[in-house]
């Protein structure tokens, strides 16, 4: 590799996205950082590479499901994906995932993980990936087995939580979404991670026929709830997914929603004020015929936007850069789109951003 100034439409060196910005690269490592003027002012004889619309700190798959690596990917309505997962759950696990653990094509990941504790183990103990391991919390059961089932999901997060490597990856609780956890399983389960200091991070406002259910308790996920031969006053009526989070307590400080599509202003302005992120996953809402979160509305209302994939299940590649490829058909300003994968994402997540500084090696600086 020879000595170049490298440049793009955006550099984000860890801190934040800027224009006309270049990073000086001496075959193997980052020597120098500043403005692309600048440095051509004082090495004029170097060249100046353009390496596209962004170089900086690794982008950020804030959330996947690698146990449901061995789906086809989904295409159609949400109440029917559900089934599709639910019908094929014998395919999740760890297989699942070592299908998939040679190819993510990024490093820090925001991952949920369900039913098959030899997934937690695999990421606290060897996982060769950063970021954040979800232990998914789901189900409505009679109060008594709840309890039984609380109580045995503490004892692993308890156990989980020792695993933890110094600069591996972290523990994180997902209770699943509003609909699928009886209040009371939620609350205890958000009030347990809060005092553990262990992140959320939680499905939310994903298709209209959660929105439907949680307003007129009606529409096919009452109709699949039926199905299952669940009482049909399991949530409160009247409403949004959002609303019944926030008074649920579940909107704190270290947790994230995921999707955040149907949603109204005052919602919006409910997760502005908790400070709390949202993941969206573009090309998995269009697959499920979900719709699109309204981007315009929370980039004026300042919610922190972040970036992932879903799973195969439900989006055809792992790769957030096809992410922001969607947000940009979707009319999101590329800064915005790059600021979502990029800085975005570990603050979803609860992690520090990396920093490229003097010294930073080269092979470490993200390309789009
Ligand atoms: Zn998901």
Redesign the pocket.
């Known amino acids: 590799m020879d000595v170049e100034i490298w440049t793009a439409d955006f550099v984000n060196l860890g801190d934040g996205l800027r224009a006309s910005w270049g990073i000086l690269v001496d075959g193997k490592r980052v020597v120098n950082a500043a403005a692309v003027d600048e440095l051509r002012g004082r090495y004029p004889q170097l060249p100046l590479v353009n390496k596209g619309k962004y170089l900086g700190i690794p982008f950020v798959n804030a959330?996947t499901?690698l146990d449901l690596s061995n789906f086809e990917t989904f295409h159609g309505d949400f109440a029917d994906f559900i089934k599709f997962v639910v019908a094929g759950r014998e395919k999740r696990g760890l297989e699942a995932v070592r299908a998939v653990a040679d190819s993510i094509p990024q490093n820090t990941l925001g991952d949920?993980v369900a039913n098959d504790e030899r997934v937690m183990d695999w990421w606290l103990r060897e996982s060769p990936y950063d970021g954040v391991a979800y232990w998914e919390v789901l189900g409505v059961y009679p109060p008594a087995k709840e309890e039984e089932y609380l109580k045995r999901t503490k004892e692993l997060l308890l156990r989980w939580k020792t695993l933890q490597r110094s600069s591996g990856p972290r523990l994180g609780v997902s209770p699943h979404s509003p609909y699928s956890l009886t209040p009371s399983l939620m609350r205890s389960i958000v009030e347990f991670s809060t005092a553990e200091g262990l992140p959320l991070q939680i499905?939310a406002a994903e298709s209209p026929a959660e929105r439907e259910y949680f307003l007129r308790r009606r529409g096919p996920l009452l109709e699949f709830f039926e199905s299952l031969g669940l009482p049909k006053d399991i949530h409160p009526v009247g409403l949004t997914p959002i609303a019944y989070l926030s008074q649920a307590g579940a909107l704190r400080s270290g947790a994230s929603l995921?999707h955040g599509v149907q949603v109204d202003e005052t919602d919006v302005s409910i997760i502005a004020d908790s400070g709390v992120t949202v993941i969206s996953c573009p090309r998995s809402n269009l697959n499920l015929n979900a719709g699109l979160p309204p981007y315009h509305l929370y980039l004026q209302s300042g919610v922190m936007l972040a970036l992932g994939s879903?799973?195969l299940a439900s989006a055809e590649t792992l790769n957030v850069k096809d992410d922001i490829a969607a947000l940009e058909d979707a009319g999101v300003p590329l800064r915005n789109a790059l600021q979502a994968a990029s800085s975005n994402g570990y603050a979803a997540l609860g992690l520090t951003s990396p920093r490229i500084v003097a010294g930073t090696d080269a092979k470490l600086v993200e390309f789009l």
């Open positions: 959330h499901h949920i499905h995921v879903d799973s």
